[in-house]
């Protein structure tokens, strides 16, 4: 995957290094005493980099020195990034600060004593000159300016924050249902309620995991991210741009519950480093069909597939939209770099599995390999070899699919709920299918997201203190689970779908995109929800899978057996080819190499 290299070498050299790279040498004046240059103070020991100095509510970050345990920072850059109007003496290599309404500021190299107004006062550490900037303690500096300095000493940041101001963070989350409107309702909320000045950065879904990649490889994280599937980032990729929030979690039970998922969280050498953001896991993509042509051609609600067969038949030939025409198809789709996308339902109606490779009895099985995978590939066959799929499938884009459903040429497609509620009009009537099932003697398989659940981190480019930004997030999904979120009065569409990116949607009972279904079959969609929600597949599915695909380790294997697949779907070759393939497969080195990874990974998340 040279594109993951790519982000690996960038963020070595602009990640951390956005945070703790030296200011340009900058002399605190033109001409310094010579002598004072050299004033290095003997009794410390300086060293760059003893800490990230960041500025909660100021544009600025500082290089820092350590001088025997003191966080030393040049004077000049914090007093004029916080207001102070300097003053240098270079013959007596001394500083005056000033500014209305604070006590002036005298600093002198190699003096442990300072003048605060008409005070005298004691230093950790007296001021030197190195590098043509005069050092000062941070501390000290900041607390006389009536700023106060928090120190995080799991991941070494000192933040600088001014208490009369509110924390300001940046958020970069995904938009899924496509608002990325600014909520000005909500973010003013934020700020009167919560007391925190929150910058969004709402994304399109259909790029995000491109746009963050590029974010993390140029270091430009903002405060707090979602990430989808974290498991894209090796662990010494992931601890260079996120935060350890072990501790700052132990206030927080919630979100360190949400840590501790699975499907979700993430941990690194017992240290966790991500928090899930809540979801329903039936929120994936589940057979949907057209209500309205089924009534039209006089058709009951398939439940088997022999029945979806049926029905896929008659759309195909029995002009269900009554145009006069010959051009619909039965179901369409798209098919996915990782397998048949769109028509892994039926693959999951013949294995009873969502997911390729599964845990059963502590053992991982690959349902490619099953006689299950194959009574799916030939009901796909002979539904294609009929007409009833679309013939581009293979070809087409998620988009063009997407045209052909808007375009009222598809009875059957994989649809999430929001989508086919979007659908759902006076025009075309789409009721996600529940209750299906392989035959009358099958299990009735339901919707499961197999992807890992997004996650929330907390960045190193961050200005803000982890517990705060941790206390904010807390609030937003306790009242996300309390419901408490519809009763702000004032709030517009654009706000509410904000919530939904921000806070995510753990019960599609409760999700907008149910509320959005128009009344007449609204009840067919909240029977659908409830028939799936008794269906499970957390003990089945390990999410840490996903993570192994992302590297690409695999890639050629797996395109390999997609390639075939699609062959014996469209029916260059026979049932024989395909028995025969998965044999060789099932004996190939690289394929007991792949079978014995996933094995430690199952063992790992067990």
């Not at 009794?43 to 003893?50: I, L, T, V």
């Not at 088997?304 to 030939?317: D, G």
């Not at 030939?378 to 997407?402: C, H, M, S, V």
């Not at 086919?420 to 075309?428: H, I, N, P, R, V």
């Amino acid at each position: 995957m040279n594109y993951r290299k790519a982000i690996v070498a960038t963020l070595a050299s602009a990640s951390l290094g956005g945070l703790t790279a030296a200011c340009p040498a900058a002399a605190e004046s033109a001409a310094p005493n010579a002598a004072l240059i050299k004033q290095e103070t003997s009794e410390a020991s300086q060293s760059a980099m003893a800490a990230n100095v960041l500025f909660l509510d100021y544009s600025s970050t500082l290089q820092s020195r350590d001088a025997n345990g003191t966080i030393m920072v040049s004077g000049r850059r914090l007093l004029e990034a916080i207001g102070y109007r300097i003053a240098w003496d270079a013959a007596g290599g001394s500083l005056t600060a000033e500014r209305p309404g604070k006590p002036a500021l005298l600093l002198q190299a190699g003096r442990r004593e300072a003048k605060l107004g008409d005070k005298t006062v004691q230093l950790p550490a007296a001021p030197y000159i190195g590098e043509g900037i005069l050092w000062v303690p941070l501390r000290f500096t900041a607390e006389a300016a009536g700023l106060t300095v928090a120190w995080d000493a799991a991941n070494r940041y000192a933040y600088v924050k001014d208490p009369a101001a509110l924390p300001k963070i940046s958020l970069t989350t995904r938009a899924d249902n496509r608002v990325t409107e600014q909520p000005a309702n909500l973010i003013g909320y934020f700020k009167s309620r919560m007391g925190i000045d929150v910058n969004l950065n709402l994304v399109q879904p259909d790029y995000y995991r491109e746009r963050t990649n590029i974010m993390v490889a140029a270091g430009d994280t903002g405060s707090i991210m979602l990430l989808q599937n974290n498991y894209q980032y090796s662990d010494e990729l992931l601890r260079s741009f996120a935060m350890d929030l072990t501790e700052d979690l132990n206030a927080f039970p919630r979100l360190k519950a949400l840590a501790a998922e699975a499907a979700g969280g993430r941990t690194i050498d017992g240290r966790i480093y991500g928090i899930a953001r809540p979801r329903d896991p039936h929120d994936a993509p589940f057979p949907a069909i057209r209500q309205d042509w089924l009534d039209r051609l006089g058709l009951a609600r398939p439940k088997t597939m022999e029945e979806v067969y049926a029905a896929l038949r008659q759309f195909a030939h029995k002009d269900p939209d009554g145009n006069g025409k010959n051009d619909t198809y039965g179901m369409t789709g798209y098919t996915t770099a990782a397998g048949l996308g769109s028509f892994a339902w039926v693959e999951q109606a013949f294995t009873g599995s969502p997911e390729r490779f599964a845990v059963q009895n502590g053992r991982v099985v690959d349902h490619a390999l099953g006689a299950g995978e194959t009574e799916a590939l030939n009901w796909l066959a002979r539904a294609y070899r009929e007409g009833l799929i679309d013939k581009e499938f293979a070809a087409q884009t998620p988009e063009q699919a997407a045209d052909r459903i808007r375009g009222s040429r598809s009875g059957l497609a994989a649809l999430s709920l929001r989508d086919a509620a979007a659908l759902t009009g006076d025009k075309a009537q789409w009721i996600p299918l529940s209750g299906l099932k392989a035959d009358s003697l099958g299990v009735p398989i339901a919707p499961w997201n197999t992807e890992v659940t997004d996650t929330y981190i907390v960045t190193r480019m961050s200005r803000v203190a982890p517990k705060t930004i941790l206390r904010w997030l807390d609030g937003g999904l306790a009242m996300n689970e309390s419901g408490a979120w519809d009763g702000i009065e004032g709030f517009g569409q654009t706000d509410r779908a904000a919530l939904r990116s921000l806070f995510g949607e753990p019960d599609l009972l409760n999700s907008d995109a149910l509320k959005s279904v128009p009344e007449r079959t609204r009840g067919a969609y909240e029977t659908a929800v409830k028939e799936w929600q008794k269906t499970s597949y957390a003990d089945a599915v390990v999410p840490a899978f996903s993570g192994l695909w992302s590297t690409g380790k695999y890639a050629e294997l797996n395109a390999e057996l997609k390639e075939t697949q699609i062959k014996v779907i469209l029916g260059e070759l026979s049932m024989e080819d395909w028995g025969q393939y998965t044999k060789t497969l099932a004996a190939s080195k690289p394929y007991q190499a792949l079978l014995a990874e996933l094995a430690e990974l199952a063992g790992d998340g067990a």
